[in-house]
């Protein structure tokens, strides 16, 4: 009798704490959305920081929206061509050796350095470059800090390629690289696309790796060596003055800026799980 | 009868093991040969050594020599992936490409630059001689996945057939088919003699007798037995082939 | 067959050569991140004894002065709450997960975990300042100044929210996903015939899994909090926006505390106008990928080998 109390017990903890859990990502989604949509105007998209705007007057943070999709988008075209190659070289050429484990233990070692930690190097390297806090900068560093989450993700789906449709193609008589390009990232194609996303994502989201790289600017960049807003930066920066019409904003913001992060792991899981017609197993 | 390929001394050594002693044997133009043999004998390796996939086993060192029309095919200037258009080879298991049934096809040929209307010639070559044309020539944009399993080894067997080999080596080409598809598929390696030298690896000694025009027989890694399948079968030399031949489990 | 393919083998060969290329560089890259800022830092360190850096506790730069221990503390603190917070929940929602839960509550819950992996750290910041600063100003702060005064690293005289507290916190939750996910495939590695051995002893499911998966797969769950702490160590925007940034060790957890990411954070647009400044913060960075670099290789090899050997 006891022990079945006990089993009732702790099958009664367990199911509280994964409520919990589920509840604290409820909790944190509902909290921006309630405190953000009435915040959230059309001007807001739309516009950019006119005069008087971080004292409460009008704009939006156009600026922002559209620095980060500029920022996203060329860190994770950049970090793609990195690791595309870096993945299929460890997949179809190292293979399982020992050489392969030691490369990958030292990605592992780089998806863990903490995004400040790029964003310092970052600043070191724009400083080697000559380069001021701009777009260009901002690129090159978020794209280093998507680099291991996008190769972890790349390499996991390229592993699973079963090695049978890699001998196919050598059976007919293809080199390593034709294998590679048209028979295993073919086949791994919805889950690269899906690291793809993951990275976007990660790399939009991520504050402090921009904080001294991008800069910060009221206008909409129109060249690489301009300074660039970012959506998370105008939240820090909203909530960093004194007036409540402004925090008002910083909560909009956070609103887009998760609505952005969760269209993208939305589609990101929408890609793993279809678009694979090709595909066997 | 003129031998297309000569396997002469040939060890292969696995991590230091042994897994085939000193194999001599030719293997003649244009007929069917088959190796027999229970499972770990050391077939399928055979098999391998004769188009170089081997090399993709790490570990794997081979010794002796095997010529394909009088060329050392493990001499140092020879181009493996020619080698292997030359040497076809079809699995045990399908493995369609990840996409088209006609893409599956073309796939060989395209890597040697054949385009434009060759190339749909040589698909619909490729897939008659398979004898998956008839049903497939109205769903060529289909995904080969959505094929049939017997379907998708006649379309592994037509994708080989695409990049004009000269020999053709089966590992087990129907053990994972049904009955009936296991047939189709047969039939089909029947034919092909006719314009290809087959090497077929098989467990299942029926097929071996209504396929093969010779038989290697290996046991252990060793060539145990070797001639005609009349003379494998009816007249068996070796005590472990009587054994084999006999349905005795060895 | 003598080279006749020989364009389609070059094209191999090249593509070989450029592939290589860039796994050196993202091979390298974690190194030259450490070599990096070991050179920007280097001026300081020849400057000030490396005991006089972790150890003092004055930071006034404008003077020369580089104490980085109220930081260091800072951090400690932090991350000393968020895994005592975490781990409890991770362990059992991964216990859940693993052991108990239906295939359908699995591929709701999985999904969920993930996404909370993906939520910006600034929306974090913005969760912690709407709702769990409110909280323990307007709270736990009051509760605690009036009832436990005599209890040690809980005792305080006042609280604004902004504390170590609502940093640990939120860094709690952001370290979810990291230890749930791989606790739960670390308990589902224990393979089923060790626990039907003990399930056909008559043992209950919590038996089974208090006395045998729990054992066999510890290596694997201490890898998972390892994990865990230097993913909360390195954290910065959302502990930035909720720790309060006072440059002093704190006391209780209802103090204010200064970590060392944002402590980077906050200053970098400053250095150039300090002698040093720049060289101070690079090296805390510096320090801060050396703590994390060693939590995250013990986690992956030495917890990772004796996970091997311990399950398979």
């Known amino acids: 009798m006891k022990r079945r109390i006990s089993e009732y017990i702790f099958i009664g903890l367990t199911t509280a704490a994964t409520v919990i859990v589920a509840g604290c990502l409820i909790a944190i989604l509902a909290a921006v959305a309630i405190k953000g949509l009435p915040a959230l105007k059309w001007s807001m998209i739309t516009q950019s920081p006119t005069g008087g705007y971080y004292l409460g007057g009008g704009g939006g943070i156009a600026n922002a929206i559209v620095g980060s999709l500029y920022l996203g988008l060329g860190a994770t075209a950049l970090a793609l061509v990195i690791s595309l190659p870096t993945c299929l070289y460890l997949r179809v050429y190292l293979k399982k050796g020992r050489c392969a484990s030691w490369i990958r233990l030292s990605l592992d070692v780089l998806w863990g350095v903490p995004s400040i930690v790029f964003g310092a190097f970052g600043f070191t390297i724009m400083v080697l470059l000559g380069l001021r806090a701009s777009l260009l900068a901002g690129i090159i560093t978020v794209a280093l800090f998507e680099l291991p989450i996008m190769i972890r993700a790349m390499d996991e789906v390229l592993t699973m390629v079963p090695s049978e449709l890699e001998e196919a193609a050598y059976a007919l008589g293809a080199t390593r690289f034709e294998t590679g390009a048209r028979v295993v990232l073919r086949q791994a194609l919805p889950g690269l696309v899906t690291g793809i996303l993951l990275a976007f994502g990660r790399g939009i989201g991520d504050a402090a790796s921009v904080l001294f790289t991008a800069g910060f600017t009221d206008n909409i960049p129109c060249s690489l060596l301009e300074p660039a807003a970012t959506l998370p930066l105008a939240i820090f920066f909203h909530l960093g003055t004194p007036f409540e019409e402004v925090h008002q904003r910083a909560y909009a913001s956070a609103l887009i800026l998760t609505i952005l992060v969760l269209l993208a792991s939305t589609l990101a899981r929408v890609f793993a799980t279809r678009f694979s017609k090709h595909t066997w197993r | 009868m003129k031998a297309q390929i000569e396997v002469r001394n040939l060890s292969l050594a696995y991590r230091g093991n042994l897994a085939l002693k000193d194999i001599g044997v030719d293997i003649p133009e244009k007929q069917v040969t088959a190796i027999i043999g229970p499972s770990g004998c050391g077939k399928s390796s055979l098999l391998r050594c004769l188009n170089r996939m081997i090399d993709l086993i790490p570990g794997t060192k081979v010794r002796g020599k095997v010529t394909l029309d009088g060329e050392d095919i493990y001499g140092s200037r020879v181009d493996v992936m020619d080698l292997r258009k030359r040497v076809g080879m079809i699995c045990q298991k399908p493995v369609p490409l990840p996409m088209s049934i006609y893409e599956n096809v073309a796939f060989g040929p395209r890597l040697y630059g054949v385009h434009g209307k060759a190339l749909k010639h040589a698909v619909e070559r490729s897939l008659r001689s398979a004898g998956l044309w008839e049903e497939v020539k109205d769903r060529l944009k289909e995904p080969a996945i959505r094929l049939s399993i017997g379907q998708q080894q006649r379309l592994c067997l037509a994708r080989g057939l695409a990049v004009e080999p000269e020999v053709l080596l089966f590992d087990e080409p129907t053990s994972s088919l049904d009955p009936v598809s296991a047939r189709h598929v047969e039939q089909q390696v029947a034919e092909l003699k006719r314009d290809y030298t087959v090497v077929i690896v098989t467990h299942d000694l029926h097929q071996a007798k209504r396929v093969a025009d010779h038989v290697m027989f290996l046991y252990l890694g060793e060539l145990i037995e070797n001639g005609t399948t009349t003379q494998v079968f009816e007249s068996p030399q070796d005590y472990w082939t009587r054994m084999y031949v006999a349905g005795a489990g060895i | ?312």
């Open chain 3, 1 to 312: 067959m003598y080279m006749t393919a020989g364009k389609r083998r070059i094209k191999d060969i090249i593509a070989g050569r450029a592939m290589l290329v860039t796994t050196a560089f993202s091979t390298g890259l974690v190194f030259a991140i450490a070599m990096g800022l070991y050179l920007r830092a280097r001026p300081l360190l020849a400057s000030q004894p490396l005991f006089g850096l972790f150890f003092g506790e004055t930071w006034l730069p404008s003077e020369g002065q580089f104490g980085l221990k109220p930081f260091i503390v800072g951090t400690v603190w932090v991350t000393a709450i968020a895994i005592i917070i975490a781990l409890p929940l991770c362990l059992l929602t991964a216990v859940f997960l693993a052991e108990y839960a239906p295939q359908r509550v699995r591929s709701i819950v999985k999904p969920l975990i993930d996404l909370l992996a993906g939520i910006p750290s600034v929306v974090y910041g913005v969760w912690g300042i709407l709702v769990v600063v409110p909280f323990i100003a307007d709270r736990l702060g009051p509760f605690a100044v009036a009832n436990l005064k005599s209890v040690p690293y809980l005792s305080t005289e006042y609280s604004a929210g902004f504390s170590v507290l609502a940093g640990g916190v939120v860094l709690a939750i952001m370290v979810f996903p990291v230890i749930i996910s791989v606790s739960e495939e670390v308990l589902r590695a224990v393979p089923a015939e060790q626990r039907e051995a003990a399930l056909a002893l008559g043992a209950t499911k919590f038996e089974t899994i208090r006395k045998v998966v729990i054992r066999k797969a510890l290596p694997g769950l201490l890898a998972a909090v390892v994990l865990g702490v230097s993913r909360a160590l390195g954290e910065t925007m959302a502990v930035l926006m909720v720790a309060g940034n006072v440059p002093m060790a704190p006391k209780s957890v209802f103090d204010a505390c200064y970590p060392l990411p944002a402590l980077i954070a906050n200053n970098y647009g400053e250095v150039m106008s300090i002698p040093m400044y720049d060289s101070a913060l690079l090296g805390s960075a510096l320090i801060l990928l050396i703590f994390v670099l060693f939590f995250n290789i013990a986690a992956r090899t030495v917890f990772g080998r004796m996970l091997r050997e311990h399950i398979q």
